[in-house]
Each structure stands twice: as structure tokens, then as C-alpha cells.
């Protein structure tokens, strides 16, 4: 399984972005894909989560409203589409795979970073 993260980049706050995870790897399109987000100096957070079957989603109180999580079956990539960033929305964003639920499921398989600097 490969898990390969794009899209991140500079920002004004108040600005959006766009990133992509593409996956690859059968077992992965059973379960859930997740965002998570580690800002310097503190832990790695959850931000968002869809079941690739379902296509239910889940979502951090802090990327609610703001954050839209989707998926395309046929490219095997899953989207985070970011508005209205603030700063402290600024962090390397991992994408992850892994098992349902969408809200606890284990983590099998991450992406690599994506750096998001948002400034004010």
C-alpha cells in the first residue's frame, strides 16, 4: 500500500487549498482514509475521515465548517479541500489509511507530509 500526499503550500490566511492523497494498494479501498495534521512543536492531531465505501465522513471539531473532506473511486484519491485557513491551521498534513470506524479505526498505512504554512 502507497499513500502519496500533495498539495500543500503557502497561504494568506483566509485563503484555500487543495490537498490530494492518491492511494494504491487493493486493501486499502475497504476502510477509511484520514487527514492528520502535526503543527511544530505539538502532536499529531486528527482532522478528517471518509470511508471509502460509504463515503460517510467524520470531522475534528476544528475542521468543521471549514474543511471538506471527499474522494474519487475511479483515481483512488482522496481530497481535503481547505478554506477560510487561519494560521494556526499550519502544520505538515499526513494522509492515513486504515480500518472503520472513521472516528478510532486503526492507522495501518501514511502518506508522507504535506507542509501547509498559512500566514497572517
Known amino acids: 500500500v502507497q499513500l502519496q500526499a500533495s498539495g500543500g503550500g503557502s497561504v494568506q490566511a483566509g485563503g484555500s487549498l487543495r490537498l490530494s492523497c492518491a492511494a494504491s494498494?487493493?486493501?486499502?479501498?475497504?476502510?477509511?482514509m484520514r487527514w492528520f495534521r502535526q503543527a511544530p512543536g505539538k502532536e499529531r492531531e486528527f482532522v478528517a475521515a471518509?470511508?471509502?465505501?460509504?463515503?460517510?465522513?467524520y470531522y475534528a471539531d476544528s475542521a468543521k465548517g471549514r474543511f471538506t473532506i471527499s474522494k474519487d473511486n475511479a483515481k483512488n484519491t482522496v481530497y481535503l479541500q481547505m478554506n477560510s485557513l487561519k494560521f494556526e491551521d499550519t502544520a505538515v498534513y499526513y494522509c492515513?489509511?486504515?480500518?472503520?470506524?472513521?472516528?478510532?479505526?486503526?492507522?495501518?498505512?501514511w502518506g508522507q507530509g504535506t507542509l501547509v504554512t498559512v500566514s497572517s
Open positions: 471518509i470511508s471509502w465505501s460509504l463515503g460517510s465522513t
Open positions: 494498494g487493493r486493501s486499502v479501498f475497504t476502510g477509511a
Open positions: 492515513a489509511a486504515g480500518p472503520h470506524p472513521l472516528s478510532a479505526g486503526r492507522n495501518l498505512y
